[in-house]
């Protein structure tokens, strides 16, 4: 029988022993396997675009693992934006349908409009680079467009509540810093072509309702999204979207006035 002290001492030569194996992926053929771990001067190493799709999939797998917020996305954007010294007025926190709306409308994203999206990412990961990607920018406000992937289940399962707090931190963080918070409504989907098995109206629906509330309570803007790209059957209007999910140009043509509203009404500009 095995006092207190011996579990002690079983317990700590257990833990050194797997340790490791839990906090690394190392898999054959893996080709990060040689990124730096830990705490580094340099978590970036440069890599080449995946060409394929084991090349994507070894991708997702280290991203998820080795850098689940994307903190290298923009890092070095992020520095040479605070080298400019010029004055960010909006970051725009989000994730595909942030991230592809840069390419859609550039010119949106000029005289102090930062564009911040990640495609794929959840709420858990916006807030893992919140302060990277907003707080460090020193922003007069942020937009936050976030829940699509959470509903969609890019990285697990999730309860609504979780989904919630995520949002409510990224606002709380942001009010603590004197950065005023724009939120936004979850774009209408039907569906999710990456996740077939997913009936997203009604939790789209959901999260509006408690989105638009919890904006009003706290003296947010709420910039309602949905209510302009959607049927009433919670779809996509046609030609707003190449995918039932993410918004053409057309789509996209209908957001920019809603968005630039919002941050007049946020910040009293543009």
């Not at 960010?88 to 840069?102: A, K, L």
């Not at 997203?200 to 904006?215: C, D, E, I, S, T």
């Amino acid at each position: 029988m095995i006092g207190a002290r011996g579990l002690r001492t079983l317990a700590l030569s257990l833990a050194a022993v797997s340790s490791p194996a839990f906090a690394q992926v190392d898999l054959p053929g893996d080709p990060y396997a040689r990124d730096p771990v830990g705490i580094v001067a340099d978590p970036c190493p440069s890599h080449p675009k995946p060409s394929d799709g084991a090349g994507w999939q070894a991708w997702k797998l280290h991203m998820l693992t080795r850098d689940f917020g994307q903190l290298c996305r923009y890092q070095a954007q992020n520095r040479e934006v605070l080298a400019s010294g010029k004055p960010v007025r909006v970051v725009f926190m989000g994730d595909s349908i942030t991230d592809n709306w840069i390419g859609a409308d550039c010119d949106l994203f000029t005289d102090g409009l930062v564009d911040r999206g990640i495609g794929g990412q959840t709420t858990a990961q916006m807030l893992v680079r919140f302060r990277q990607d907003v707080i460090a920018l020193k922003p007069r406000a942020v937009h936050i467009m976030a829940a699509t992937n959470d509903i969609a289940g890019n990285t697990g399962a999730a309860t609504m509540a979780t989904v919630q707090g995520n949002i409510e931190t990224m606002a709380e963080l942001a009010r603590a810093h004197g950065i005023k918070v724009i939120l936004a409504s979850v774009p209408p989907a039907a569906a999710f072509p990456w996740s077939p098995d997913k009936r997203p109206v009604p939790q789209v629906r959901a999260l509006n309702a408690w989105l638009h509330a919890y904006a009003r309570r706290n003296g947010f803007v709420f910039v309602d999204y949905y209510a302009a790209l959607a049927t009433k059957d919670g779809a996509m209007k046609p030609g707003l979207a190449s995918d039932g999910v993410h918004p053409t140009p057309a789509g996209y043509a209908v957001m920019r006035p809603l968005a630039l509203a919002a941050v007049r009404t946020s910040i009293g500009e543009r």
